[in-house]
Nanobody, 122 residues
């Protein structure tokens, strides 16, 4: 099963930026990758997703225009560039993989990373 490792989290001031990475143990050629986050006391929510066809992407309304997802299949890595961060973005961020070309339902993501903490605070 594909293993995923997130990195790039940390403490950032409001208005700042971070870039998260999701590195896979094998090829991502046949996998759609999603980013999810879970804040304390809240349910895990989808943030963004990128398919394998024409770089198709999906974003949650709360991050549109601020976050950008991208993938480098040569490096088996997916990135999440996060700009204009606010306290509401504080959460543990997870990446997950689902087989297939397009972003599926959350239940179809079968491989999950361990998460990376993002804290936005002054």
């Amino acid at each position: 099963q594909l293993q995923l490792v997130e990195s790039g989290g940390g403490l950032v001031q409001p208005g700042g930026s971070l870039r998260l990475s999701c590195a896979a143990s094998g090829t991502l050629d046949y996998y759609t990758i999603g980013w999810f986050r879970q804040a304390p006391g809240k349910e895990r929510e989808g943030v963004s997703c990128i398919g394998t066809v024409d770089g198709s992407t999906v974003y949650a309304d709360s991050v549109k225009g601020r976050f950008t997802i991208s993938r480098d299949d040569a490096k088996n890595t997916v990135y999440l560039q996060m700009n204009s961060l606010s306290a509401e973005d504080t959460a543990i961020y997870y990446c997950a993989a689902a087989p297939g070309p397009y972003c599926p339902r959350r239940a179809d993501f079968g491989s999950w990373g361990q998460g990376t903490q993002v804290t936005v605070s002054s």
